[in-house]
Structure formats: structure tokens, C-alpha cells
């Protein structure tokens, strides 16, 4: 079962800037520039057949709320029945219907979200389907029951109360050393927001906050972190903010690295 790639070009639920629509584009350019090439760190070889595909992107150019979200899930929904899927946004919106989606196709969903946000608005200018609210949406309506965040650092009295109303487990930054202890069981999806990296590795974000991971720090946590990962999605990328294409390149990077985490993954049943 290849590793799906798919693209999901929306940014119309962004809160500051627009930009991350064109994210999978510059992304595909990155993974495919001659800089570099398609050997992971595991020394997979993505050039390979058979490994992973990449399937375009979903048909939502147009579209926003309820249809943009409707047509999301059934792409993603499409996806998983053919392969562990991975989702390129896209503004940070489009984790609610792709997690959705994964989740109808594997019971005790859990959630690994990386983020220097925790998104858990009730709403964020009167938009449920806000970049900043797709947690609060997954949470309210049971379609996940464990929401583990990590390198959180903006937590507001609001969004503090969301998550014990939700029982969200976090991982500030401040205390980011615990995020070595984590079992995320199986199985479990991973959403990574680029902004959860210091804007010095990832300038080309929407939102920079400073006293974020290291792109090593990162790349770490997502190789070793214990659990069977199932499907994930890389967010926020902001094409319109980046500097000589860098942030690109490392959303190219963690591309390469959640597909080899995916296809090594693959075989096992879910618990
Ligand atoms: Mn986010
Ligand atoms: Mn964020």
C-alpha cells in the first residue's frame, strides 16, 4: 500500500495572511529540486518505485466552509482506503475533515498535533472553520478522544479552558524534554503546523514565534516518537513569507521524513 500524497491548496480560513494555498506547489518544486534528492534518513530511496504516489491535489479551488471541508474529507477519505495518507495544505483549516476522514478508517484515533497554537478557538472571527479552531471541532465532536499537543507556547486563558474542557494533554515548549517520553499508541496521526519551528529554521509562516523547535529537534521527535502512524498532514507553509524558498525546502524535508515514517509503519495491523 503506497504512502498518498495529496495536496489541499486552501487558505481562505486563515485569520492574518493568505499564502498557504500555494503551499503544495512550492512544496512539490522543493522535493523535486535538483539540490538535493529523494534518500531519506533511514536511507529509504523515495525514488524508488511502489513507496509512495503522489495523487494531486483534492478539487476545492473555489470552494470554502462546509463544501471546501466536504470535498476535503471524501479526497482524503479516497486516499486512505488506497494508502497511509499524507496531507499537504493548506492553512492549518483542513486538519478537521483530513483527520476526520482518517479517523472513520481507524477506531482510537489519537492525535499528535505540533503547533506553537494550540487552534482550540470556539471561533475565531465568526468562522468555525477557522485555522485556529479545527481542534475544538475534533474534540466537540468526538472525533478523536486523545489530543496530545506539542510545542505549544500561546496559550491564552481561552484556549486554556478549551483544552481541560477537552482534556487535551499538552507539551509547552518550556517544558519540551517530556515530549521524549511520548506514547502515542496505535494508531495515530501526526498534523504539524511549520510554525511549531523557530522562525529562524521556518521563516516562511503566517504566524512567527519565536522559541520554537530546531528543525533537528523535530525531525528527532518524529522519527523516534513510539506509536504506529497511520496518516498526517503539513500545514501552514506560507509561500508569499519565505526567504530563498528555505522553509520550503524544510517542508520538502519533513515531506521525505513523515513518508518513510508512514511506509515503515504500514504493515502493522491496527490494535
Ligand atoms: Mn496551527
Ligand atoms: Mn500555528
Known amino acids: 500500500m503506497?504512502?498518498?500524497l495529496l495536496g489541499l491548496p486552501q487558505d481562505n480560513n486563515s485569520s492574518y495572511l493568505t499564502g498557504p494555498a500555494d503551499a503544495?506547489?512550492?512544496i512539490r518544486d522543493a522535493l523535486h529540486c535538483d539540490s538535493s534528492n529523494l534518500s531519506t534518513e533511514c536511507g529509504l530511496d523515495l525514488g524508488a518505485p511502489g513507496i509512495w504516489l503522489d495523487t494531486?491535489?483534492?478539487p476545492i479551488n473555489g470552494l470554502s466552509g462546509q463544501a471546501a471541508f466536504d470535498s476535503i474529507h471524501a479526497a482524503v477519505q479516497a486516499r486512505v482506503a488506497a494508502g497511509p495518507t499524507l496531507a499537504l495544505g493548506g492553512d492549518h483549516s483542513i486538519s478537521w475533515p483530513s483527520i476526520a476522514a482518517t479517523a472513520a478508517n481507524h477506531a482510537g484515533l489519537t492525535v499528535l498535533h505540533i503547533d506553537a497554537h494550540p487552534d482550540l478557538y470556539d471561533t475565531?472571527?465568526?468562522n468555525?472553520?477557522?485555522h485556529a479552531s479545527p481542534f475544538a471541532r475534533l474534540m466537540e465532536h468526538r472525533v478523536i478522544t486523545r489530543l496530545v499537543q506539542v510545542g505549544i507556547r500561546t496559550l491564552n486563558p481561552h484556549?486554556?479552558?478549551q483544552a481541560d474542557r477537552f482534556g487535551v494533554e499538552i507539551i509547552t515548549m518550556r517544558e519540551i524534554a517530556r515530549a521524549q517520553q511520548l506514547d502515542l499508541g496505535n494508531p495515530f496521526y501526526l498534523s504539524l503546523d511549520l510554525d511549531a519551528l523557530d522562525p529562524a529554521f521556518a521563516p516562511g509562516v503566517s504566524h512567527h514565534e519565536p522559541g520554537g523547535l530546531s528543525t533537528r529537534e523535530l525531525l528527532t521527535l518524529i522519527q523516534g516518537v513510539k506509536g504506529r502512524l497511520v496518516g498526517a498532514d503539513l500545514v501552514e507553509l506560507n509561500p508569499t513569507r519565505d526567504l530563498n524558498g528555505v522553509t520550503a525546502m524544510v517542508a520538502?524535508?519533513?515531506?521525505k521524513e513523515?513518508?518513510?515514517r508512514l511506509h515503515r509503519d504500514a504493515d502493522v495491523p491496527d490494535a
Open 124 to 126: 475565531l472571527q465568526d
Open 258 to 260: 513523515l513518508i518513510a
Open 2 to 4: 503506497p504512502v498518498q
Open 56 to 58: 494531486g491535489d483534492a
Open 159 to 161: 484556549q486554556a479552558a
Open 24 to 26: 503544495p506547489a512550492a
Open 128 to 130: 468555525p472553520f477557522s
Open 252 to 255: 520538502a524535508k519533513f515531506t
